[in-house]
């Protein structure tokens, strides 16, 4: 009896064994057909993936090909009007030369890019040393056909022009104008604010990007020439020095307007005032834009009543590089009714006496190693009714 209940147990736990033995191997088949069946989908999409990667690699190249966009990558093409024009992006040509002013660069990536100061002295291509003529204006430009007629007997290989405008806005000037796409990107800039210093490091910088480029000179939109073009470029370009207005002035407006908190960087000593209205040679202009820890002590200690375009590069240059600078401006201007202001010559102010007045004042200056009577080539401050009685002068007394 004991022994048929053992071996009925035993049958039973075979037969559930046996049975779960089954629904195991089940499960086991099942779930190895769903992962077979997910190999197999991954396989189809990977496989359809491909073929479509292909199809449309071919289509693409297609594309491209019959587009013409995989030329020589040393050139891009460029549609004007209906011509299309090659340009050598890696030319030297294009390199020292920008032909246009539009750039898309920040302050301190221009600011670097300008600074940069090839190490071999021989330069691989024709090199004409111009002056760059940059106009720091609150937009128009009233005088402008004066400056036409001053540039029109100038050989074009000898000058550029650069205008700083507010951003946004467009200059009002014929479409044969020598001013015709010469703004460059801009900022606001503020009266006796730094960001006055701002205007004009930056056109120093675009006006570096051409290595032609040997003399520059800050003009404003009431400036005018009192010699012709020739003259004033013989000037510049023979000269030995740079052309910075810079002297220490004790008064309140000198002295005055320094700030204590500039030492240990900048002392009292070293603090000197000029005209904003500066010329520099392109050894000193690169120094100018290339500096970053006194002009941030100006950004941040210059203010209020401080006027940084007054002092900032006069007293960099007394600090650094007095050896380069003639410690005087070639541009007149007329300060004799005092205030924070020049005097402003209307129309009936001009006369052939008054010209003749600026072109020799009855001083001598410095240049080079001699003295001479020569002092200004610019003037200012002209309101627009000056225009014709100086256009009037032109042939006769500036020559041009």
């Not at 020589?72 to 340009?87: G, L, N, S």
């Amino acid at each position: 009896m004991k022994a048929t209940m053992k071996n009925k147990m035993d049958d039973e736990k075979i037969t559930i064994a046996v049975i779960d033995y089954s629904l195991r191997l089940q499960g086991f088949c099942k779930e190895w057909s769903v992962g077979l069946v997910q190999i197999m989908s991954i396989l189809v999409i990977f496989v359809s993936g491909m073929i479509l990667g292909l199809a449309g690699s071919a289509h693409i190249s297609r594309y491209f090909a019959r587009h013409d966009f995989f030329q020589a990558p040393q050139f891009v093409a460029t549609r004007c009007k209906e011509d299309v024009v090659k340009v050598d992006c890696w030319s030297v040509e294009n390199f020292v030369r920008p032909k246009k002013l539009a750039h898309g660069m920040t302050d301190a990536e221009l600011l670097w890019r300008a600074s940069m100061v090839p190490q071999k002295a021989e330069y691989p291509f024709r090199r004409k040393p111009k002056v760059a003529f940059m106009f720091l204006t609150k937009g128009p430009l009233p005088l402008s056909l004066l400056w036409e007629k001053f540039f029109s007997r100038a050989d074009k290989d000898l000058y550029s022009i650069y205008v700083h405008t507010p951003p946004y806005y467009e200059l009002n000037v014929s479409a044969t104008s020598v001013f015709v796409g010469r703004q460059i990107p801009s900022q606001d800039v503020h009266w006796g604010s730094v960001d006055m210093v701002d205007g004009e490091k930056r056109l120093l910088a675009n006006a570096l990007l051409d290595f032609s480029n040997e003399r520059f000179v800050l003009l404003s939109e009431s400036c005018i020439p009192v010699y012709n073009f020739d003259t004033i470029y013989n000037y510049l370009i023979n000269s030995k020095h740079s052309f910075v207005d810079s002297y220490d002035d004790p008064s309140r407006y000198g002295r005055g307007r320094y700030n204590r908190r500039m030492l240990p960087d900048i002392k009292l000593s070293q603090w000197r005032k000029g005209s904003q209205w500066f010329e520099a040679n392109r050894e000193v202009a690169i120094h100018i834009i290339s500096d970053t820890k006194y002009y941030s002590i100006f950004r941040r200690h210059c203010w209020p009543s401080c006027y940084p375009d007054e002092h900032y590069i006069p007293t960099y240059l007394n600090m650094f590089y007095g050896s380069l600078n003639s410690n005087r401006s070639v541009t007149w201007v007329d300060w004799s009714k005092g205030g924070p202001h020049p005097v402003t010559f209307e129309g009936v102010n001009i006369t052939e006496s008054f010209i003749r007045s600026i072109q020799n004042n009855g001083t001598e200056c410095l240049y080079n190693d001699g003295m001479t009577p020569m002092c200004y080539l610019f003037a200012r401050k002209f309101a627009p009714s000056a225009l014709e009685p100086l256009l009037n002068l032109t042939s006769t007394l500036m020559r041009f």
